[in-house]
């Protein structure tokens, strides 16, 4: 491999394991509120976390780079309070990836809750025991699998978006070039050698990602 293919690899790893980190806390929360309650509006925001596996991706990016543009409510106000831009930066790769992953993790850790048993907690809280205790001491300990199961496949998840990461941040070389977005402008430019080599990586990563969720999850399910 050439020095530019282990800078695109290295990018795309970090980048992939970093969305996934920022969205966990929010994926976390929204999956437990959507395993333990019911609400008014709760089938709109299970349909509305569901879109980004079933719209376009690059319908997805469309409204990521009007919302994070610097004419956008969310990127204007990062561009002019916070000087900071997020289009075509690696920022933009980041936000792509944590919106495509997100359904995958709360869908994996919703799952994981619900097959907790409830007795657990309640037990736990006729001991004396509070609500975030009894999250952090029982129900989070005994969902960890899914969880991570979950976690698993948000990343790969990033390892393998494209439709919505060039359209918020495009594919600047060094910059904002993932794996997927090297693959498709290498067989663009004829590059084949150096296309197969990063589809090579870039499945190898995937197919171990995949398979430690799905190993984790099949030990859940028999737990």
Request: charged letters at 15%.
């Amino acid at each position: 491999m050439t020095g530019e293919e282990w800078q695109i690899v290295w990018f795309t790893a970090w980048v992939s394991a970093l969305s996934t980190l920022v969205i966990l806390p929010f994926g976390l929360a929204l999956a437990w509120l959507l395993a333990r309650y019911d609400w008014p509006g709760k089938s709109l925001v299970e349909t509305a976390i569901t879109l980004p596996l079933v719209v376009p991706p690059v319908a997805t990016g469309l409204i990521l780079l009007k919302l994070f543009g610097r004419h956008g409510p969310i990127g204007g106000f990062f561009h002019d309070t916070l000087h900071l831009d997020i289009v075509f930066t690696w920022r933009g790769v980041l936000i792509a990836l944590g919106v495509m992953s997100f359904p995958l993790l709360v869908r994996s850790a919703r799952v994981a809750f619900e097959q907790v048993n409830e007795r657990l907690e309640q037990i736990a809280r006729t001991l004396g025991a509070g609500n975030f205790r009894v999250f952090f001491t029982i129900t989070l300990p005994l969902a960890s699998r899914g969880i991570i199961g979950g976690i698993l496949l948000a990343f790969a998840r990033g390892l393998g978006e494209f439709g919505a990461t060039i359209m918020i941040a495009g594919n600047i070389p060094g910059q904002t070039a993932t794996l997927s977005l090297s693959i498709f402008q290498s067989v663009q430019l004829g590059q084949d050698v150096h296309a197969y080599r990063l589809l090579a990586i870039s499945v190898t990563m995937a197919f171990l990602a995949v398979w430690t969720s799905e190993c984790l999850m099949r030990r859940t399910r028999r737990t």
